[in-house]
C-alpha cells in the first residue's frame, strides 16, 4: 500500500545537526513531488519544505532557509532533510508528505507518514 | 507570504449537528486550497483540495466551497468519529501555509 515512513529523529543540542529520512513505497516515488511540515506539540502546522519530482525545483520556509536542505534519492525512494544549526525552536514533530505531480493544476498533500519527533534541548 | 485566518479557533458541537468553519487568505488564491483533519497523536489527513474536490474515501458529509479569499469546510451532519482539528492550507504559492486550526469538541 502506499506509505512513507520517517526515521532519523531524536534528541540533539542547539547547534547541532539531524537528518531525517522518510522512505516511500507503494507509488512512483519519481514521479511525485514531496513537502516536509513540522509541528510543534499542541500547536499548528507549518510547511518548512518542498522539492519537485525530478529535486530541480527547492523552497524553503523562512524559519530554515539556510540553515535545513532538502534532497531526495529517486532510485532509493527516499526523502531526506539535513537539518544544521539546530536552534530549541525546531523542536517538533517532521512530517513527510506526497505533494502532487508535476502535470498536476493543483497540489495538496495527500499522503502523510506518521511523524518523526526532533527535540533540541541541552 | 499569503497568510490563512481560520475561524473560529475552537467549537463546541453536538453529534448531528451541522458545522461550518471559514478559511479567510490574505490575498486571492483561487481555488488552491485544501482542508485537512487531524487527530491526537496522529498525521494529518487530506479531506479536500482545490476548494471543493472530496477525497477519495472521505464521507460525503464533509465538503468544501470558496475561490479567492474566502473558503468554507461544511460536515452536515456530525459523526463521533468527526471530533478533531481542522486545518486549511494554500497551496498557491511558497510558503506553502496553513490556518492556525480549528479545533472541533464535543458539547
Known amino acids: 500500500q502506499v506509505q512513507l515512513v520517517e526515521s532519523g529523529g531524536g534528541l540533539v543540542k542547539p547547534g547541532g545537526s539531524l537528518r531525517l529520512s522518510c522512505a516511500a513505497s507503494?507509488?512512483?516515488?519519481?514521479?511525485?513531488?514531496m513537502s516536509w511540515i513540522r509541528q510543534v506539540p499542541g500547536k499548528g502546522l507549518e510547511w518548512v519544505s518542498y522539492?519537485?519530482?525530478?529535486?530541480?525545483?527547492?523552497y524553503y520556509a523562512d524559519s530554515v532557509k539556510g540553515r535545513f536542505t532538502i534532497s531526495r534519492d529517486n532510485a532509493k525512494n527516499s526523502l531526506y532533510l539535513q537539518m544544521n544549526s539546530l536552534r530549541a525552536e525546531d523542536t517538533a514533530v517532521y512530517y513527510c508528505?506526497?505533494?502532487?505531480?508535476?502535470?498536476?493544476?493543483?497540489?495538496?498533500?495527500?499522503?502523510w507518514g506518521k511523524g518523526t519527533t526532533v527535540t533540541v534541548a541541552s | 507570504d499569503i497568510q490563512m485566518t481560520q475561524s473560529p479557533s475552537s467549537l463546541s458541537a453536538s453529534v448531528g449537528d451541522r458545522v461550518t468553519i471559514t478559511c479567510r487568505a490574505s490575498q486571492s488564491i483561487s481555488r488552491y486550497l485544501n482542508w485537512y483533519q487531524q487527530k491526537p497523536g496522529k498525521a494529518p489527513k487530506l479531506l479536500i483540495y482545490?476548494?471543493?474536490s472530496l477525497q477519495s474515501g472521505v464521507p460525503s458529509r464533509f465538503s468544501g466551497s470558496g475561490s479567492g479569499t474566502d473558503f468554507t469546510l461544511t460536515i452536515s451532519s456530525l459523526e463521533p468519529e468527526d471530533f478533531a482539528s481542522y486545518y486549511c492550507?494554500?497551496?498557491?504559492?511558497?510558503?506553502?501555509?496553513f490556518g492556525q486550526g480549528t479545533k472541533l469538541e464535543i458539547k
Open positions: 522539492i519537485s519530482s525530478t529535486g530541480s525545483t527547492i
Open positions: 508528505a506526497r505533494d502532487g505531480q508535476a502535470a498536476s493544476d493543483y497540489f495538496y498533500m495527500d499522503v
Open positions: 482545490a476548494a471543493s
Open positions: 492550507q494554500q497551496s498557491d504559492s511558497t510558503p506553502r501555509t
Open positions: 507503494g507509488f512512483i516515488f519519481g514521479d511525485y513531488y
